[in-house]
């Protein structure tokens, strides 16, 4: 047991060590070399090698967000509509798109699967948070002396004229 955990403690030692001499976000180590990494918005083609990489463009809907040995960019995340997503316009090949809530929407779970409508503010209540991508519309009853009679995630109260 003793043994186990003293050989588990040299390996990761002896790789931390071994790392160090690379720079961890533009480099990777390959048979103790220092290879280098291609930029955000690449990836690397096989025909690579340790000093010159070969870095091709991601795609239309892909992405890299770091510098990386991948042979392949990533997929963008597709803001379905069905699930009150805005379609997305400005992808950018070195960025996750983040899928944003058609207005009036937010977001089921903070893993945001889908967005839910706002809370609709009952007549005779107005919206004192008005929702938005991440939270929902808080309601409260009118002030005395005003009204509402919408029902609507974005309601006010009007004062009664005297
Ligand atoms: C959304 O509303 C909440 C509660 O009012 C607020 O804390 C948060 O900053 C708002 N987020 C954005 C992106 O406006």
Redesign the pocket.
């Known amino acids: 047991m003793h043994l186990l955990i003293m050989t588990g403690m040299i390996m990761i030692m002896g790789k931390t060590a071994a790392q160090s001499h690379c720079d961890p976000i533009t480099q990777y180590e390959k048979a103790g070399q220092c290879c280098r990494m291609c930029s955000p918005g690449t990836s690397m083609s096989a025909q690579s090698t340790c000093l010159e990489p070969q870095c091709t463009e991601c795609g239309e809907k892909e992405y890299q967000d770091k510098y990386n040995s991948e042979r392949q960019c990533h997929r963008q995340p597709y803001c379905d509509p069905n699930k009150n997503f805005q379609s997305s316009t400005q992808e950018s090949k070195k960025k996750r798109t983040t899928c944003l809530c058609e207005l009036g929407f937010h977001c089921s779970s903070e893993a945001c699967l889908t967005c839910v409508p706002h809370t609709a503010c009952t007549p005779g209540h107005w919206a004192q948070?008005t929702g938005?991508?991440?939270?929902d519309t808080v309601c409260q009853k009118c002030p005395e002396g005003s009204f509402s009679t919408s029902n609507s995630w974005n309601s006010v109260c009007t004062k009664w004229t005297e």
């Open positions: 948070s938005n991508h991440t939270h």
